[in-house]
């Protein structure tokens, strides 16, 4: 007997004949012996349908006490989906309760439309689950210590759910989703990816936008924080599948110091973004405060930045480059022209280029294999794709290319590290 907590989002929320199978799946664990706490989403669509009726009538720049409220439209959605849910599991002869956020509660800060969590009271849930009952509790939403409803950001059920597991120490917390698990790499790009039957927290996190597809990257950092195992598996398989089968689908989030990271792959998966621009100042003195000098205004600037490198002097002088978010690129330039550019001296100019893209390899088993990013660079090599930038950390080494390689390169890279077999 186990505590599990089950999340399902809003496409297996969807109707009520899909909440009545949701009811069915919760009821078997139920009945397998398993303690079990719910915590769903809104009914797909309901969120968007929300927050645009919010919208009608918020202005352009919208305040604390407009996003106050909007937070406390938008909860509504799954405080439907919980009361349905609870009824769908009595019907099934179950005895259910559900409780809104504040209810349990689940404290967070004030930050409106994007509030973190702070604690969660467990007590009630654990007497509960005690009693016998199923207990369900609403995703995506909290309360503050002002007691305002919030809500944690779109997506947020899935933080909810791995917070919830992580307060009532629960066993596992199984996300339900419409993909099978996480994967080698985007399976539209490459066939032949590999759904992984497990990827450490930290592989996730540098996969993001592979991993964040699937599940809003913040339950990841929780799962990571407090050690809960949770897994991503399939909503789309009938309710009735074999329940020692659906514990065992799916991929599962581990961490380091689990014994099943033994076996782990030198390289895990490959990530790629397109969202990436570049830009370069060239011809910039090589003296102290430099980079600070470029890149202080561009953080003052609200402006993120990645990739950085910094060429080797010539006669005094040295290029500078980094990468921003493509949707930075304008601003970025504005800023190193207006406010940088000016202090640096004579013949210093601007370069930018929006056609880039970058792409990773991520594994923790890099820390302990020499030559990998060597590796990665013949694979490229050999198809004849030129490397503008190289960034590494402890475990993902990135490349930045010219943006007509993306795929080319991921394809590469997928079979170099022979990512398509299966690991044992
Ligand atoms: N209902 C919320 C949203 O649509 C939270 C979630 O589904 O995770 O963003
Ligand atoms: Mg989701």
């Given at each position: 007997m186990a505590l599990i907590v089950h999340k399902y989002g809003g496409t297996s929320m969807g109707s009520v004949e899909r909440i009545s199978n949701v009811a069915k799946r919760v009821a078997k664990w139920a009945r397998a012996g398993h303690k079990m706490v719910v915590v769903p989403s809104a009914m797909s669509g309901e969120t968007n349908r929300l927050l645009g009726l919010a919208n009608e009538l918020t202005p352009e720049v919208p305040n604390e006490r407009v996003l106050r409220e909007m937070d406390a439209i938008a909860a509504t959605g799954e405080q439907v989906s919980v009361g349905l849910l609870s009824l769908a599991l009595q019907a099934e002869g179950m005895d259910a309760v559900s409780y809104a956020g504040w209810q349990v509660p689940v404290y967070t800060d004030?930050?409106?439309?994007?509030a973190r969590i702070l604690s969660i009271d467990g007590t009630k849930v654990l007497k509960d689950l005690d009693a016998g009952r199923v207990v369900i509790i609403t995703g995506f939403q909290g309360i503050d210590p002002q007691g305002n409803v919030t809500t944690l950001g779109r997506g947020g059920s899935d933080t909810s759910a791995v917070a919830v597991a992580a307060a009532l120490k629960a066993d596992e917390c199984l996300i339900f989703t419409d993909v099978d698990g996480i994967y080698t790499t985007d399976p539209r790009i490459v066939p032949e990816a590999r759904r992984l039957n497990s990827i450490s927290f930290e592989e996730i996190l540098e996969m993001a936008s592979l991993g964040s597809k699937v599940l809003q990257i913040r339950s990841v950092e929780f799962a990571g924080k407090y050690h809960v195992p949770t897994r991503v598996l399939s909503s789309?398989?009938?309710?009735?599948?074999?329940i020692n089968e659906e514990a065992n689908s799916g991929t599962l989030i581990t961490f380091e110091e689990d014994e099943n990271m033994m076996e782990q792959a030198v390289i895990s998966g490959i990530a790629f973004s397109r969202n990436e621009a570049k830009v370069s100042v060239l011809g910039v003195p090589d003296k102290p405060g430099i980079a600070y000098q470029i890149l202080g205004a561009v953080a003052a600037a609200n402006i993120e930045v990645d990739v950085i490198i910094q060429n080797t002097s010539k006669e005094g002088f040295t290029d500078f480059s980094f990468t921003v978010q493509r949707g930075d690129y304008a601003h970025t330039m504005e800023v190193l022209k207006d406010q940088v550019v000016p202090h640096l001296g004579q013949g210093v100019s601007l370069e930018g280029d929006t056609k880039i893209c970058k792409v990773s390899i991520v594994g923790i088993g890099m820390r302990s294999h020499v030559g990998v990013a060597s590796d990665m660079f013949r694979a490229l090599s050999e198809e004849g794709i030129n490397i503008q930038m190289i960034s590494t950390s402890e475990i993902k080494t990135s490349v930045v290319l010219d943006e007509k390689y993306m795929e080319l390169a991921v394809r590469a890279l997928h079979k170099a590290f022979n990512l398509e077999e299966v690991k044992k």
């Open positions: 004030n930050a409106y439309t994007k789309f398989t009938p309710w009735d599948i074999d």
